[in-house]
């Protein structure tokens, strides 16, 4: 009885599909199969197997496989986009571009608010575009996309550096051919004497002087 418990224990735990032998004695047996031998049985499980006496086994009973649990999947989690980083303020796309060309921030700034007073989206009766005013013609010719601010003011400080070198850093030379274009200045030989060109250069210069914040 001893050996047909430790059977009995084993073979229910061992949690295999298959039959069950009903003992004499009212136990039972988990098997996977099982062969009868004239008066021995043999109970298989796995690839091993116990054989008792013909006489101890009352019969057989199928073990019915579980139903099969099906979870649910898991809805799919959709992705949170990064939030976005803040763009850029004037006056950081100014300082930027002053950086890289390597001219004063203030200078930058000047132009920059004597120009759109900071605003990408003025557009100049002649047709000039966003916060350092660019022509679409001069804007093509230094390969920017002058409706972008940040193309804009890059484009922008470029064209004033290239001026500067143009002019050898004389200051209202350059200011005064970005205000009224190169061909002015040449046959003016200097700062033309147009009223609006004046003041525009006087406004930059006066900026230009104040202590950068």
Known sequence: MRLIGTLLFFFTASGFAGEYAILAGGGRLKADRHETDGAKVRLYSGAGYVELDAAKVAG???VEEPAAVKTA?????????APAAPAPTPRELADRAADKYGLPRALVRGVMAAESGGRADAVSPKGAIGLMQLMPSTAKDLGADPFDPEQN?????RYLRDLLVKYD???WHALAA???GSGAVDRYNGVPPYRETLRYVDRIDRAYQKPVE
């Open 60 to 62: 057989f009973e199928t």
């Open 73 to 81: 999947a898991a809805p799919p989690v959709a992705a949170v986009p």
């Open 153 to 157: 003011v890059d484009a922008g400080t």
């Open 169 to 171: 850093y004389r200051l």
């Open 178 to 180: 970005y205000n009224a």
